[in-house]
């Protein structure tokens, strides 16, 4: 008959609370409606606005007094139970109440009121254990119901762990891709800021007053609308060449300079074309450009010797 | 509707939280001045709900027994004391009702209850008695009321310790019937209480 136990709401327990403050309710279910309105105020404050019914309804029985030796043997019994107490007082005295010499008090020999607690103290056994099995039967279901409400609790906290763990993992992905991003990032930073570089020291050069410049002769060999110039200064190594209208190298070829003394040419570097045909390139001489006679650009294979091939494509008498 | 206060008729009638207080620190001349004012109630309530004088008297002593254990849980102001005393003396005839009804054993003696009632009792405390009395025509008054089969499933819960299922049973009625009627019953109860303007400090002082 005893359902399992489910987590009680307000309108079930509130149907409830009438039956339980008249004391007419199953143990489980009287159990069930005190371990709510523990918890619940509006639950308890409705079980309380019947107090002062259920509080008159005695008084519907009439009064009698009981007989004399209920009261005689109820002090009997605190009197025993608290004989050493030095707090507890005799009874006071009652207009209209029993003789003094017949009720009990602090003059009461210890082992007779002992024993009488005693003989009384059993036959009230059973009334104490029932209560206590009471109360420790409210204090049962008021702990279950505490240990499902813990255990809905945590399993919600899992579930909450789970997630922020997953959004975690991401972030940290998400954070590792924005770490690539930025390295990467601070590289193109990098050779952009290099090539400025470059750059104002190619303009700056250009620029300067005692630079002159001359054309490069293109061959047979170069394309019709191939352009190139070259810039330099009396008395310093540097040589600055722009080239235009140039096809990137093919696979396995390069564009190289040489500068050469007489008959001796000395390679200087490789000249590298961009997509857009265009070439800049900047060198230092190993020696001031005065001290040179001639300069070309040949295409040359990539594994070339020390000497220039047959394939020029600039070139220009200095 | 008349007040339900009544006057202390001298100095040393004194009010039942601060006896309950005293009780709580081991006054035992506190409990007897809570004996003398409701031990009546409670064992006619008793007699009248297990029919049987000696575990009426049981019923008495063990009520006040608790009452002077566990004085120190009753919380002031959390409700009437005497409503605390007649909850505890209630519980203990209902468990002893199921227990009775747990074996199959003695009816309830009606004649032996009647009997009791018929007794002619004086209660020795001339303004106790007039508040007795009071008490006892506010509610008898609010009782008379509420439709008769209300007051049957008041009377059967309260004063015979019955469940609602049992209700339902011995009047061969719908447990939805018999819930419906006991929340009637009390939240009428409650409000001609109300109505009439005895609140808790009314009834209690």
New interface residues.
């Given amino acids: 008959m005893s359902a399992p136990m489910t987590l009680s709401n307000c309108d079930e327990i509130l149907?409830l609370i009438?039956?339980f403050?008249?004391?007419?309710?199953?143990a489980d279910e009287a159990a069930r409606v005190a371990a709510h309105i523990t918890n619940c105020p509006r639950c308890r404050a409705e079980a309380?606005?019947?107090?002062?019914?259920?509080?008159?309804?005695?008084?519907?029985?009439?009064?009698?007094?009981?007989?004399p030796?209920?009261?005689r043997?109820?002090?009997a019994?605190?009197?025993a139970a608290?004989d050493d107490?030095s707090?507890?007082?005799?009874?006071?005295s009652?207009?209209?109440?029993m003789p003094r010499s017949t009720r009990p008090g602090r003059w009461v020999l210890p082992a007779f009121a002992a024993m009488l607690a005693l003989i009384?103290g059993l036959?009230?056994a059973t009334?104490e254990a029932?209560?206590r099995a009471?109360q420790f039967a409210a204090q049962l279901a008021f702990n279950q119901q505490t240990l499902r409400s813990m255990e809905r609790q945590i399993a919600e906290v899992r579930q909450t762990a789970t997630a922020v763990e997953a959004q975690l993992l991401a972030s940290v992905r998400e954070l590792d891709e924005t770490r690539l991003q930025l390295a990467k990032s601070q590289q193109e930073i990098q050779a952009l800021r290099t090539s400025e570089r470059q750059d104002e020291q190619l303009v700056s050069f250009i620029a300067a007053p005692q630079t002159v410049s001359r054309p490069l002769e293109t061959t047979e060999r170069a394309p019709d609308e191939a352009s190139a110039r070259m810039f330099m200064q009396p008395g310093h190594n540097r040589l600055v060449l722009m080239v235009y209208g140039l096809k990137s190298a093919e696979p396995g070829k390069m564009y190289r300079l040489w500068l050469a003394k007489g008959n001796q040419p000395i390679a200087i570097g490789v000249v590298t074309v961009g997509p857009d045909g265009v070439a800049e390139f900047v060198v230092d001489a190993p020696e001031p450009m005065d001290a040179y006679d001639q300069v070309m650009i040949t295409l040359d294979e990539v594994d070339a010797a020390a000497q220039p091939s047959e394939e020029v494509i600039f070139e220009a008498n200095l | 509707m008349s007040q339900v206060r009544m006057p202390a008729a001298d100095s040393s009638a004194l009010d039942d939280e601060v006896l309950i207080t005293r009780v709580a620190?081991?006054?035992?001349?506190a409990?007897?001045?809570l004996?003398?004012r409701y031990?009546?109630?409670?064992?006619?309530?008793a007699?009248?709900m297990l029919g049987n004088a000696e575990l009426?008297?049981?019923i008495?002593?063990?009520t006040?027994?608790?009452v002077?254990r566990r004085s120190a849980s009753f919380a002031i102001g959390?409700?009437?004391v005497?409503?605390w005393i007649?909850?505890i003396?209630?519980?203990?005839c209902?468990?002893e009702l199921r227990?009775q009804r747990s074996r199959p054993t003695t009816a309830q003696n009606e004649y032996e209850e009647q009997a009791?009632?018929d007794?002619p009792?004086?209660?020795?405390?001339v303004v106790g008695a007039a508040i007795?009395r009071e008490?006892?025509r506010?509610?008898?008054q609010?009782?008379a009321q509420i439709p008769p089969e209300q007051r049957e499933v008041?009377e059967l819960?309260?004063?015979r310790?019955?469940?609602?299922?049992e209700?339902a049973q011995r009047l061969n009625s719908p447990i939805g019937t018999v819930?419906t009627r006991?929340?009637l019953?009390?939240?009428k109860?409650?409000d001609l209480?109300h109505n009439q303007k005895?609140?808790?400090d009314d009834?209690h002082d």
């Fill in positions: 149907e009438p039956a403050v008249l004391g007419a309710l199953d309380e606005s019947f107090r002062d019914v259920v509080g008159l309804l005695p008084y519907a029985s009439g009064a009698l007094t009981p007989p030796r209920v009261k043997q109820l002090f019994r605190i009197a608290h107490a707090t507890t007082t005799a009874p006071a009652h207009p209209m109440a009384i036959g009230t009334f029932r209560g009471e | 620190s081991r006054d035992s001349s409990l007897e001045q004996y003398d031990a009546r109630i409670v064992y006619a309530t007699l009248r009426a008297e049981d008495v002593q063990e006040f027994w608790r002077w959390r409700g009437q005497a409503g007649f909850g003396a209630h519980n203990l209902i468990d227990r009791m009632l007794q009792d004086v209660q020795s405390d007795e008490r006892r506010i509610i008898l609010a009782l008041l819960a309260y004063f310790g019955l469940s609602q299922s209700i819930k006991t929340r019953a009390l939240q109860m409650r209480l005895i609140g808790a009834l």
